[in-house]
């Protein structure tokens, strides 16, 4: 029993010509039998295509290497010879050679990838004309929303909860506050301005401002 990996694939090629050599061999064996039985019925029309149709695959069999050309040169002159003892020259002008069969090109594996070449096709086309549909769809929806905001009336302002400038999440500006004319003087205190600028400040003093709220006080003086 073979151990290596290249000889245990040779048996396996050599298994597989041999199996192909015995069907051709065979196919050449039928040819001539029945170029044979043509000649025996004295049907000369018949033999002469039967050997036409033999030469062929003899000379197909030479070219693959299934027998020597020699052998089938031989072969062919043996049929031919055969054939000629009842073919007359009326036979061998009514004879018609057959239609050339045709040949599949490419393999099992391009036939495969041409056909994964067209199903990714047809799939990406798919695509394209959803991709297509959903932009159409998005157009015209923000279209729908936008002719909503033009006709719906304009709602009045919300105030922040509790008059706080910092609920909505917006960080107020805090400046130094500055006494106007008749307003009692504070000192230590700011102004806090929020997101509202039509609300008035608020006056809160220094010392309840956070750690926090000076150092954005530092940042408003700084810029």
Request: proline fraction near 5%; charge should be positive.
């Amino acid at each position: 029993m073979a151990n290596i990996k290249s000889q245990k694939k040779r048996i396996i090629t050599n298994e597989k010509s041999r199996m192909r050599n015995r069907a051709v061999k065979s196919e050449l064996k039928t040819a001539t039998r029945r170029v044979k039985d043509a000649v025996a019925a004295g049907n000369g029309a018949e033999a002469y295509a039967a050997a036409c149709a033999a030469c062929r695959l003899m000379d197909k069999a030479a070219s693959k290497g299934v027998i020597h050309k020699n052998q089938a040169a031989n072969r062919k002159s043996g049929i031919m010879a055969l054939a000629n003892t009842v073919a007359t020259d009326a036979d061998r002008a009514a004879y018609v050679k057959p239609a050339k069969k045709e040949q599949k090109t490419g393999s099992k594996k391009a036939e495969r990838k041409a056909a994964r070449l067209a199903e990714m096709k047809a799939a990406s086309e798919e695509k394209a004309k959803r991709r297509e549909k959903q932009l159409k769809e998005e157009a015209a929806a923000q279209k729908r929303k936008a002719k909503e905001a033009e006709e719906a009336p304009k709602a009045p302002r919300k105030l922040p909860p509790n008059n706080d400038p910092c609920a909505y999440g917006t960080r107020p500006a805090i400046r130094p506050h500055i006494k106007s004319e008749g307003a009692p003087e504070i000192r230590g205190s700011f102004a806090l301005e929020g997101c509202y600028p039509e609300r008035k400040p608020r006056i809160v003093p220094a010392v309840i401002l956070s750690w926090r709220s000076a150092c954005i006080f530092d940042d408003n003086l700084k810029r």
